[in-house]
């Protein structure tokens, strides 16, 4: 029988349930990623078997003839036979990896062919190459995949080959006539030891990584909440002023907020994913050198001690010996420099979204104009970064009087105009366009202006630009209220001009023209 203090309270309920959102988000992320490498590994694996092929073929020609001459009887391997065995093995894994890429059967079907290589390139070369050291290298490399069922496929089809080999041709795999058997269990032993040591490193990666993708995946709910919170409040404010009233602008702008928030999601999580690898990696990396430290102070004991010393250095230098010391002294700098670059990023986001959301007051105010671009850019880089690259020429401009956050909301308004029009002229053919955003002092006025290389404004619709809720954009796309809002702004509220100048399919440049207010100090306070 349940009792009372037996159920979950509906708080409870509601973080459980979205603790268990976060991990099927995080699962996914996994699954995505855990793809993406299986398409990278699929890649390097099948030119590695093209470099094996290359090289049993010149092993071939050049050292096979007389390899195995006063030492074992020669087990001749023509040429051909090798261009036989060597396409048997590369033209399938080709194969799958042109038309599988990333699937279950191109990995353990990978596993099986480069787990054939060591035999046939040792055989090849007269016993000079260590045929164990070549399959413990191809397991360490079939580790990448992080799957440890590729492993078990790779380490049963190498038992299998040595065993069948060790019988037929032991010279093949050991360079000697006198195989006794014991050269195979000792080989299997040491296969048993590195497949413990490559799973567990597995399982460690993957446990790292599960955590990684649930930081990443709380913050892309937090900024959804945000966006689905700030669509609310553009509803709100909308029916609260009224289609007419002085609220429109504002709830333009919240909804903005909106559909720039999920974009600001993922600019948010790569600097994370930045911080949280690099702190990750220095976290290991000082645990590794505490125990290092921990070794050098026996050292030390023991000498002032006057003990002996020898087992503890020696212990020490095996320490620093599996640490890769260089290794660790060149890139932990570096990690902490990518984790302090990701904060930095991420601070530069922040503050971006701060200054573009933060209220007008009701009196205007000097605006730093370089600055409100470079905000508006880290806004809605998502907006254009999949198809134009940003080019900013900031000049020496002096501060205008006006309202930071309307001015803002213009230029954004622009220079997302600007991306959906290069997006409409790049479409399907791969390549990227390019956004200009210029700011230079004119006589008596600052302009800033804002170039793309897109589709251009038809001379039919010249005159209708402006026009609220006028838009050539598809359904769902555009409202027609950007460019209405932003000649509102600048001309409207602040006393300004906006124009364009356009060329039909080679691009549209926009200029904002804002009067610059001189501020003259009373000249009481200018004398002494």
Not at 153 to 163: E, G, K, Q
Not at 176 to 197: E, K, N
Not at 271 to 293: E, G, H, M, N, R
């Amino acid at each position: 029988m349940v009792t009372q203090g037996d159920r979950a309270s509906p708080a409870e309920a509601k973080e459980t349930g979205e603790r268990a959102a976060l991990h099927r988000a995080a699962a996914l992320q996994l699954d995505e990623r855990r793809i993406e490498i299986g398409r990278e590994c699929d890649r390097l694996f099948a030119a590695l078997h093209l470099a094996c092929g290359a090289v049993a073929v010149a092993l071939a020609l050049f050292v096979a003839p007389d390899a195995w001459v006063g030492r074992i009887p020669a087990l001749p391997i023509g040429v051909g036979a090798v261009l036989l065995y060597g396409g048997a093995l590369c033209v399938p894994i080709c194969l799958l990896v042109r038309l599988r890429p990333g699937g279950a059967p191109t990995r353990h079907a990978i596993a099986v062919a480069q787990m054939l290589w060591p035999g046939l390139l040792v055989h090849l070369a007269g016993g000079r190459l260590d045929a164990h050291l070549l399959a413990f290298a191809s397991l360490a490399l079939l580790a990448l995949y992080r799957d440890g069922r590729v492993l078990l496929t790779a380490t049963a089809v190498v038992l299998a080959d040595l065993l069948c080999g060790g019988g037929l041709a032991p010279g093949a795999l050991h360079g000697v006539a006198d195989f006794d058997g014991r050269g195979l269990a000792a080989f299997a032993f040491g296969v048993a030891v590195l497949d413990a040591a490559l799973l567990f490193s597995i399982a460690d990666a993957r446990r790292r990584a599960l955590a990684r993708a649930l930081e990443r995946a709380e913050v892309a709910a937090w900024v959804a909440h945000l966006e689905q919170r700030a669509a609310e409040l553009a509803k709100e404010v909308a029916v609260a002023r009224g289609p007419a009233g002085p609220g429109l602008q504002q709830a333009q702008k919240l909804e903005s907020i909106g559909r720039l928030a999920s974009g600001i999601a993922h600019e948010i999580n790569t600097p994370v994913q930045f911080v949280s690898d690099s702190v990750q990696f220095v976290q290991d990396t000082v645990k590794d050198l505490l125990a290092l430290i921990g070794e050098l102070g026996a050292v030390r004991r023991a000498v002032l001690e006057g003990a002996p010393a020898e087992a503890a250095a020696r212990a020490a230098a095996a320490a620093e010996e599996s640490l890769d010391l260089p290794y660790l002294v060149e890139n932990l700098p570096k990690a902490l420099a990518r984790a302090l670059d990701g904060l930095g990023r991420v601070a530069t986001i922040a503050r971006s979204m701060k200054e573009f959301a933060h209220p007008d007051p009701k009196e205007k105010e000097l605006v730093d104009l370089n600055r409100s671009v470079q905000s508006t850019l880290t806004i809605a880089r998502n907006e254009y970064k999949y198809v134009a690259d940003v080019e900013t020429d900031l000049g020496a401009i002096p501060p205008v009087l006006g309202h930071a956050g309307e001015l803002n909301q213009a230029l954004l308004n622009l220079v997302v105009n600007a991306a959906h029009a290069i997006g409409d002229a790049v479409r399907g053919s791969g390549r990227k366009g390019r956004i200009r955003v210029r700011t230079r002092v004119d006589g008596d006025a600052v302009v800033i202006s804002v170039s793309d290389d897109g589709t251009g404004i038809p001379d039919e619709v010249r005159d209708r630009v402006f026009d609220p809720f006028f838009t050539t954009k598809e359904v769902g796309r555009g409202t027609g209220q950007g460019l209405a809002i932003a000649r509102s702004v600048v001309v409207g509220k602040h006393g300004g001009e906006l124009t364009f100048d356009t060329a039909p399919g080679r691009g549209t440049t926009f200029f904002v023209r804002l009067p610059i207010q001189r501020v003259v100090a009373p000249l009481a306070e200018a004398l002494p």
